[in-house]
């Protein structure tokens, strides 16, 4: 036990050392990790923001569903309770006559001339239940509902929805269906640059060491105990890369939330994006540590086993 702490003691610390030789020549694949680990985060944190102004717009939308005067009690329960055992309704709210004229009132509380004409006259306003959607890419199995011809007999008017925030919650949502695929493609393209150029640095490393290696070879050492500086080496890459990347988002942050002095930049809402990163600071480090070390480790073992096959031969 003790011979495989101090082995992997002599690996870690070779590694370090290395690295340190091959400073230079790790400053492009570090360069190229902090640039695809830092897509990776941007990515996280849109998509996350995106879902949160979704669901904030959704939580705004409802379907109303206008009812007769004729209507009689019996008729009304029986279409709230046709309505809650429709799969793709969340929640429904029932306003009588009397409600509905003070919510009306509540809603254009600033307005006085609709103030005072709606005190000129009776009640104008009918019974009208509120449905609040799970999925509005489903709504249509509501609308559908609603248009049965003896449904739409105890309806005084065509039911009402938000039609300006149905074609918001569709344009956020083709936003972010663009940005998530744009940001796959990315994060897949640099990803593959990122492992060809540590591929190349760690070939270069072994090149300059191949004496080395052919007399470690010689001495008996085994195929892992080569490997693993060259692992180490690309694990540090990983490291410092994860740690940039964060430090990046980071410093974006604090320069938006200064210079713009806003909280939101068009359908990104800046605000929750920092709230959302604060709040996830230490498992986006983690996330960006064991990416960065997985994707460097990964590279550095397929470059010394090609080469290390091929000198075993």
């Known amino acids: ?3 495989r702490l101090i082995t992997f003691w002599r690996i870690i610390h070779t590694g370090i050392v290395n690295f340190m030789r091959n400073v230079t020549l790790a400053v492009a694949a570090i360069a190229v990790m902090v640039v695809t680990l830092t897509i990776v985060l941007i990515s996280l944190i849109t998509n996350a923001t995106f879902a949160n102004t979704i669901s904030q717009i959704t939580d705004k939308i409802d379907v109303s569903v206008f009812l007769q005067d004729s209507d009689t009690p019996a008729q009304t329960q029986q279409l709230i309770s046709e309505l809650k055992h429709l799969p793709n309704v969340k929640s429904l709210q029932y306003l009588t006559k009397a409600q509905a004229l003070q919510q009306y009132e509540q809603q254009n509380a600033g307005n006085q001339q609709l103030q005072v004409a709606i005190t000129e006259t009776s009640n104008p306003l009918p019974a009208t239940i509120l449905i609040k959607p799970v999925n509005l890419n ?3 199995d509501i609308k559908t509902f609603l248009t049965k011809p003896a449904i739409a007999a105890l309806q005084s008017d065509q039911p009402s929805y938000s039609g300006d925030r149905e074609v918001a919650i569709n344009k956020i949502t083709h936003a972010t269906d663009v ?5 796959i493609v990315t994060v897949v ?5 990122c492992a060809l150029i540590i591929f190349n640095t760690i070939q270069m490393a072994i090149f300059n060491r191949r004496d080395e290696i052919s007399i470690q070879r010689l001495l008996g050492a085994s195929t892992s105990y080569i490997r693993g500086p060259f692992v180490v080496e690309s694990a540090i890459y990983g490291i410092l ?3 940039f990347s964060v430090l990046i988002v980071n410093s974006a ?3 938006s939330s200064g210079a713009l002095q806003a909280t939101s930049l068009g359908l990104l809402d800046i605000n929750y994006a920092n709230q959302y990163f604060d709040a996830h600071f230490w498992q986006f480090l983690a996330l960006q540590l064991v990416l960065g070390i997985v994707l460097g480790a990964v ?3 397929i470059a010394t086993r090609r080469y290390l096959k091929f000198k075993t031969k």
């Open 241 to 243: 890369s994860a740690v």
């Open 179 to 183: 940005l998530r695929k744009i940001g």
């Open 253 to 255: 942050f604090l320069a």
């Open 299 to 301: 590279s550095a073992t």
């Open 1 to 3: 036990m003790q011979r």
């Open 138 to 140: 489903q709504i249509q």
């Open 189 to 193: 393209v640099f990803a593959l640059i």
